[in-house]
């Protein structure tokens, strides 16, 4: 589904990833936790075109998208949901959802509706008249999922889907991921929060100082976890 390797990026002269590879197979969660600064944000706005890399690749089903504008790039199949959201704030619910509905791309693997989001989050059918920055975070950020999907995404990035929302919100979004990968979708789950992670990615990678520096193989969250100098040495206290 993605293959990345050998990825530099970063600001002007600052390069803040270095070497960076790892791959996401069909229908994966795969997670990448760091602390802060590690890089995480970096990687995602490179994987989505917001930034050029000085070398290495991206590789989505077999094309090489490393050069591909951002606009194009979802195309191919690949949706983000930034950490900020970048919903319009002064636009309603539903017309957020319907800049996605003209944007999106034809032929994704699931054929998300508007009936299927709102099923997924009924919020959107409670507040489809309300400007979205009179929403709550959490509510936002039902709104800036729903957006990617209607989007026709087979790859789902999302950076720190759980910032700032409460737990009982943080659990809804973690069933609707989940609900996702079963429908076939693969998803990079960004996350600084390592619990949240390994609660629901099936894989892992670490980043430091933007660079991998460890994978997490299916199964192995427990000996992650349990090993205190690598989690202290890797994400910090
Ligand atoms: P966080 O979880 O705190 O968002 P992160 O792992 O996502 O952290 P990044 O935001 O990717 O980390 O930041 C990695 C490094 O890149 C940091 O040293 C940061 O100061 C630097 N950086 C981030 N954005 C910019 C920018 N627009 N211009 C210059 N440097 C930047």
Not at 221 to 226: T, V
Request: proline share 3%.
């Amino acid at each position: 589904m993605l293959e990345i390797g050998g990825l530099d990026a970063g600001y002007g002269r600052l390069t803040v990833l270095h070497d960076v590879a790892f791959r996401i197979g069909d229908g994966e969660i795969v997670a990448l936790v760091g602390a802060n600064g590690a890089g995480k944000t970096t990687l995602v706005r490179a994987l989505c075109g917001l930034i050029a890399p000085t070398a290495g690749r991206i590789i989505k089903d077999a094309f090489d998208v490393t050069r591909v504008p951002t606009h194009e790039r979802m195309r191919t199949g690949i949706a983000v949901v930034l950490e900020n959201r970048r919903l319009w704030g002064e636009l309603t619910v539903r017309e957020n959802l319907r800049l996605a509905e003209v944007n999106a791309r034809q032929g994704g693997k699931v054929n998300f509706t508007l009936a299927d989001v709102t099923r997924l989050f009924p919020i959107i059918a409670e507040r489809q008249s309300s400007a979205v920055e009179l929403l709550s975070g959490g509510e936002q950020q039902m709104v800036a999922i729903a957006r990617a999907l209607l989007m026709q995404p087979d790859l789902l990035i999302m950076d720190e889907p759980s910032t700032g929302l409460a737990p009982k919100i943080v659990k809804e979004i973690l069933g609707v991921i989940r609900g996702l990968r079963d429908r076939g979708i693969s998803l990079l789950l960004v996350e600084q929060n390592v619990g949240i992670a390994s609660e629901i990615a099936d894989r892992g990678y670490v980043m430091a100082l933007g660079r991998i520096v460890h994978e997490i193989v299916p199964g192995g969250w427990q000996s992650f976890l349990s090993d205190e100098r690598m989690v202290k040495a890797y994400l910090g206290d």
